[in-house]
């Protein structure tokens, strides 16, 4: 289900404060955006304390590069950026693919058939998503959780709108081909070429 909620920027004065150092209105850019940032995180790292370790480090990231921020993009748009690198690097860190626990999958699914009407669906469409490499995951919850169009999905992840698309028809080919029981795309899908047009 995507969260169908546009989440509004902050206001002009909270943001030119915190650009400035304060810490309150600091602490209310946190407190705004946290729960959109907590979703793509989780996601991506697949372990709550490591979500936690990573956002602290997007805050400290955001702190002291918030003056620079320019605004040629949304400011939500610069946090995820923030918070999609970052997680990438605790990824890079510890080399090897996550499996994502308590994944939920209706949440994440793309378009089409809801395949989550039984509960031995739900567990296999969670079996799948957690097999996913994180930059498919990432696409999945830009795109398919917080309903991101590919333009904005592609700025967050600093990759062409063409390889936003790419990563997600893939992971759409892997979730339904794996659901119906071939797991052989699934085996591919961490060595899969994207387009990047």
């Known amino acids: 289900m995507r969260d169908a909620r546009p989440q509004s920027e902050l206001t002009q004065a909270t943001l030119k404060a915190a650009s400035g150092g304060d810490p309150k209105a600091f602490t209310t850019l946190v407190e705004h955006y946290d729960r959109r940032l907590r979703v793509l995180a989780f996601h991506l790292l697949g372990d709550p304390n490591q979500t936690d370790d990573a956002l602290q480090d997007v805050y400290v990231k955001a702190f002291r590069a918030l003056s620079g921020f320019a605004g040629r993009s949304a400011l939500s748009t610069w946090l995820s950026r923030i918070t999609y690198t970052t ?31 039984d509960l031995s669906d739900r567990r296999r469409v969670r079996d799948v998503l957690r097999r996913l490499p994180p930059e498919q995951r990432a696409v999945v919850v830009l ?55």
């Open 87 to 117: 997680c990438m690097d605790h990824l890079r860190r510890r080399s090897r693919l996550v499996l994502v626990p308590d994944l939920e999958p209706q949440e994440a699914l793309p378009d089409g058939p809801d395949p989550t009407d």
């Open 143 to 197: 795109v398919g959780v917080q309903g991101l169009d590919y333009a904005q999905a592609a700025e967050i992840l600093g990759v062409p709108s063409g390889t936003v698309a790419s990563r997600l028809s893939t992971a759409r080919t892997t979730l339904r081909s794996a659901l119906r029981g071939d797991d052989a795309p699934l085996i591919a899908a961490g060595t899969t070429e994207e387009v990047s047009s």
